[in-house]
């Protein structure tokens, strides 16, 4: 199983919402990502789990708070969105710690705030 | 930091004929270089990866990619485009020794082929 799987596949949600994307990967990865790519634009990173701990957060705002509840899945989980956040979010696995691996990427969640 | 430029924005190539997307970074380092592609409102897949070792790289899909160190250049090429190649494709960079961490993406070439 070499598949990274995000749930919803679409999500539309108004400013005052709470909602939580998914992501679920079976491949014994202990690194996590989430990026976000808006239309046209390069994916960007936006937060790394390492053994299910957060290791780094790319100065993203607190709108944005992600959870890794164990090894196999991480939320990220919305509040208060605006509308410039609607974006593709695109979660990815990796080994850690282990030299010459590299990401898999789950097909994304397209959000979009109303 | 690390930057990685893809400097053609749009490529058309026409059904069969062969095609090469530029690819340049700066980084400190040699840094582990990807390539990756993206269908419209899909996630990414990656073609083919770049640690070390011998410098002309075999991908899925019939790609291949060259590493030259002195120009900071990994280009991607193929030597005849099927319609199915029709997408955005992204290079990418990660810091050596921690190679699924932290990717640096280029804005992408988005390839429409002809038929």
């Known amino acids: 199983d070499t598949e990274v799987t995000q749930t919803p596949k679409h999500l539309v949600m108004g400013m005052t919402n709470k909602k939580s994307l998914k992501c679920e990967q079976h491949?014994?990865?202990?690194?996590m990502y989430w990026y976000k790519q808006k239309a046209k634009k390069p994916p960007e990173l936006m937060f790394v789990?390492?053994?299910?701990?957060?290791?780094i957060n790319e100065s993203v705002p607190s709108r944005f708070s992600p959870e890794c509840p164990n090894s196999s899945l991480l939320n990220l989980h919305l509040h208060a969105l605006q509308p410039e956040d609607s974006a593709l979010y695109l979660c990815?696995?990796?080994?850690?710690?282990?030299?010459?691996?590299?990401?898999?990427f789950g097909q994304g969640t397209r959000l979009t705030v109303v | 930091a690390q930057s990685v430029t893809q400097p053609d924005i749009h490529i058309t190539v026409s059904e069969g004929a062969s095609l090469e997307l530029r690819c340049n970074y700066s980084?400190?380092?040699?840094?582990?270089l990807f390539w990756y592609v993206q269908s419209p409102g899909q996630g990414l897949q990656l073609l083919l990866k770049?640690?070390?070792?011998?410098?002309l790289v075999q991908g899925i899909k019939g790609f291949e990619a060259e590493f030259k160190r002195s120009q900071s250049s990994f280009n991607l090429r193929k030597p005849s485009v099927h319609w199915s190649d029709a997408a955005e494709y992204f290079c990418?960079?990660?810091?050596?020794?921690?190679?699924?961490?932290?990717?640096?993406f280029g804005g992408g070439t988005r390839l429409m082929v002809k038929p």
């Open positions: 990815a696995s990796s080994h850690q710690g282990a030299l010459n691996t590299e990401a898999f």
């Open positions: 491949m014994g990865h202990r690194a």
């Open positions: 789990y390492s053994y299910e701990k957060l290791s």
């Open positions: 980084y400190g380092a040699t840094p582990y």
């Open positions: 770049y640690f070390s070792g011998d410098t």
């Open positions: 990418a960079v990660a810091p050596p020794g921690n190679a699924g961490n932290m990717l640096t």
